[in-house]
């Protein structure tokens, strides 16, 4: 969870709240809200009793004789520290947060130290809605933490940990406990797969980056530099680390050298009819049978459906749309939105993401045209999750997804014209009409929220109107501008949890009308 404290610009510029809560299960299968263990003796608590039965409570407990196993000298934010229990195993590893960073630029990886003053705290960001937390040791409220060095210790050798044996457990709750046992401990995953490609965690620290292996696990940059490039498909010989939590379960190397390439026997992608109806997530990549994308090729795996029925959620997996109907394209002509007819109506529109590789589409896809889909449906969401998500078909062309010309329009999309503002903009009652093509009449220019952004607003209330899909230039609207009428599909912001209505030409965007 080291990342939450190197992504503090940028959750305040979310405005996250920090929250902390306590529902761990222990290594006895207690809850930390349980009474401690008559034994535990508050002048020397075992990180056993820490990461289990001990209660968050604000009490001061000390820790000692425990061994360093890891610093964060890493990045923008350092030093955090783990320790771990000198006989290891499950449930033996902690990390230590806000300790005076004085005393930590004198330790070293296998220093036996005796930690004095500290506080359990179950840690997770409020939009952490799993029930999922990460121990740490921090300062009581108002004080601190004392770390001193008292002997030279032996570093344990790191657990092995099998990523594809707990990835295949039938259920997350199962997973989330064989996970939660190494929680702040040293581990090994071997022969383990890459499933994606380095990507930022933080846009304004490069040096914080994650790809994503085998278990599912997120081996994250929060302690050292990665091998990069992160090659999807590559099979590592181990990858050793410390393992964490912070919204997905992750392992971070103490150095690049502990991630070691050449492998043997990772997991193969299921493909097979046998492989994608067995109940398994055979590859541990956190989809099993359909919903993986290397199963979604199969006719078993395909269902012939209509774009209300992927809106209304009847249906999953990979879908097949025919002879739908083109109502916007993205500004880069890559994306579209389709419905099932001209007319459209509540829950009849999705957007269908061919990815940011994907080639522009012929001149012959324009609005109105009819074309065939076929991708998987997706809801799809930033992380961390901010709440709503938007529905979303996605059609690779290298994982069998595809958008093929059908016909020439045969006349021109119709919006939906009898909703309101209030409605449109609402992440509750606006859900109806997600992808949808929508028309509103004599609406005002109230605000102009910045990149080129337009709060319309009538006597019902206000939706925000944005430029992803045609360039509008919002200063050519300035706060008054009244519009007759404005147009385009409706989608939501995901960063910002906010419907926006997306004009899709200069046609759309119709100044005049009577506004209050």
Not at 425 to 430: K, L, R
Request: with cysteine; net charge negative; hydrophobic share 40%.
């Amino acid at each position: 969870m080291l990342e939450v404290r190197r992504l503090a610009t940028l959750l305040a510029t979310l405005t996250l709240a920090l929250a902390a809560t306590a529902c761990r299960g222990g290594d006895d299968g207690d809850d930390d809200d349980d009474a401690p263990d008559a034994s535990v003796n508050p002048d020397d608590v075992s990180i056993y009793d820490i990461q289990g039965s001990l209660p968050v409570d604000g009490s001061s407990i000390n820790v000692r004789g425990v061994v360093v196993t890891a610093i964060d000298n890493y990045g923008s934010r350092r030093g955090n520290i783990f320790v771990q229990e000198p006989d290891g195993g499950a449930y033996s590893g902690v990390l230590v947060y806000g300790a005076d960073l004085e005393q930590v630029a004198d330790l070293a990886v296998g220093d036996l130290v005796d930690i004095e003053g500290a506080v359990k705290d179950e840690f997770a960001l409020t939009m952490d809605t799993s029930g999922r937390t990460t121990t740490e040791l921090v300062p009581p409220e108002g004080g601190s933490i004392s770390v001193v060095k008292v002997g030279d210790g032996t570093l344990p050798d790191a657990e092995a940990v099998d990523a594809l044996t707990i990835g295949q457990l039938a259920t997350q709750e199962a997973r989330d406990d064989e996970w939660e046992k190494w929680e702040g401990v040293p581990i090994t995953l071997a022969n383990v797969s890459i499933l994606t490609s380095l990507r930022d965690i933080d846009e304004a620290d490069p040096t914080f980056v994650e790809f994503q292996v085998t278990g599912p696990m997120r081996v994250d940059s929060s302690l050292s530099a990665l091998i990069d490039p992160a090659t999807p498909g590559d099979c590592l010989a181990s990858v050793t680390g410390i393992g964490d939590y912070f919204f997905n379960y992750k392992i971070l190397p103490t150095s690049a050298s502990a991630i070691v390439a050449g492998g043997s026997g990772c997991p193969v992608q299921e493909e097979s009819e046998e492989a994608c109806a067995d109940s398994i997530d055979n590859e541990a990549d956190g989809f099993a049978d359909c919903a993986d994308f290397s199963c979604q090729a199969l006719d078993a795996c395909q269902t012939d459906t209509t774009v209300m029925d992927v809106q209304m959620g009847t249906v999953t997996g990979t879908v097949n749309l025919s002879e739908v109907v083109i109502t916007a394209l993205s500004r880069d002509r890559k994306h579209l939105w389709v419905a099932d007819s001209l007319t459209a109506a509540a829950y009849n529109g999705v957007y269908v993401y061919r990815g940011s590789m994907a080639a522009e589409l012929g001149v012959e896809f324009v609005i109105g045209a009819t074309v065939d889909v076929t991708g998987g449906v997706s809801e799809f969401d930033v992380n961390p999750q901010q709440g709503d998500t938007l529905t979303e078909i996605v059609a690779y062309a290298d994982q069998g997804g595809a958008v093929t010309f059908v016909a020439a329009p045969a006349g021109t999309p119709t919006p939906v014209t009898n909703q309101t503002t209030m409605t449109l903009g609402s992440i509750t009652a606006g859900e109806p009409y997600e992808g949808v093509l929508v028309q509103l009449s004599n609406v005002e220019v109230t605000m102009l929220p910045g990149n080129d952004r337009l709060t319309l607003t009538d006597a019902s209330g206000s939706v925000v109107a944005d430029d992803d899909i045609y360039d509008y230039m919002g200063a050519t609207y300035p706060v008054g501008t009244c519009f007759a009428t404005v147009a385009g599909v409706m989608s939501i912001n995901l960063g910002d949890d906010e419907r926006r209505l997306l004009p899709r030409a200069a046609t759309d965007l119709v100044t005049g009308g009577t506004c209050n």
